[in-house]
């Protein structure tokens, strides 16, 4: 198998609020996706978003299941920040999980959480409405929509998190192979930082509650 090789590119956006133009280096794949064009088996999606030194990261989360008690074990390797944020995401799933119509299955289910850094640039990433989606295909046993790029986090009280930027996620989502991005329904003031270009290249589905974007990442709304 061949390895890929990453070079450093940077793209230009205007923040909204102080009407700057920032600048911002990503790695980039050299001549392969990073996200498969063929679909993912269940429990499995890709997410990205971008740390407080405004660094993009980009993973593949997937979640095993076995016969158990519903106890959530997370792989070695993955760090607090984002491990914080996988158990944020597995505590709404147990408190929302009768109006899921997924009580059963979660109570004689055990949970283990793999994420692969596809970038390998060790940023920590945010991903609890990723790892819900994730959590909920795999319980369904249906997979997410093809090429399907995950975005938004999840705060301890349940409540949506908006990504920092949408800019920089949506570019290296896009050039390594997405062409959908689920995105919260407040980041959408922040498409006035994207180009034209992946504008033009993205689809984007919007979401304001965390069931429902489980709903519609697996195309069941």
Request: with cysteine.
């Amino acid at each position: 198998m061949g390895s890929f090789e990453y070079h450093q590119t940077s793209f230009s956006y205007i923040d909204i609020e102080s009407r700057e133009e920032r600048y911002v280096g990503v790695p980039e794949a050299g001549g392969r996706d990073l996200l498969s064009t063929d679909p993912l088996a269940p429990g499995s999606v890709y997410v990205s978003s971008v740390d407080e030194q405004g660094k993009v990261g980009l993973y593949r989360l997937k979640v095993g299941c076995a016969v158990g008690t519903g106890k959530l074990r997370v792989a070695g390797g993955i760090d607090s920040t984002m491990k914080e944020s996988i158990q944020r995401a597995f505590a709404y799933l147990q408190g929302h999980k009768a109006n899921m119509g997924i009580a059963q299955a979660v109570v004689t289910t055990d949970f283990h959480i793999e994420a692969i850094d596809l970038l390998t640039n060790r940023v920590s990433c945010e991903v609890g409405i990723g790892l819900l989606v994730a959590l909920y295909s795999a319980i369904q046993k249906r997979s997410v929509r093809s090429r399907l790029l995950i975005l938004g986090d999840l705060s301890i009280q349940g409540n949506i998190k908006a990504v920092r930027s949408l800019a920089e996620p949506l570019q290296l989502g896009m050039d390594n192979g997405a062409r959908r991005a689920l995105i919260p329904v407040e980041n959408k003031r922040h498409f006035l930082e994207v180009s034209a270009d992946i504008i033009e290249r993205v689809d984007p589905i919007f979401y304001s509650d965390p069931v429902m974007a489980a709903m519609k990442a697996l195309g069941m709304s």
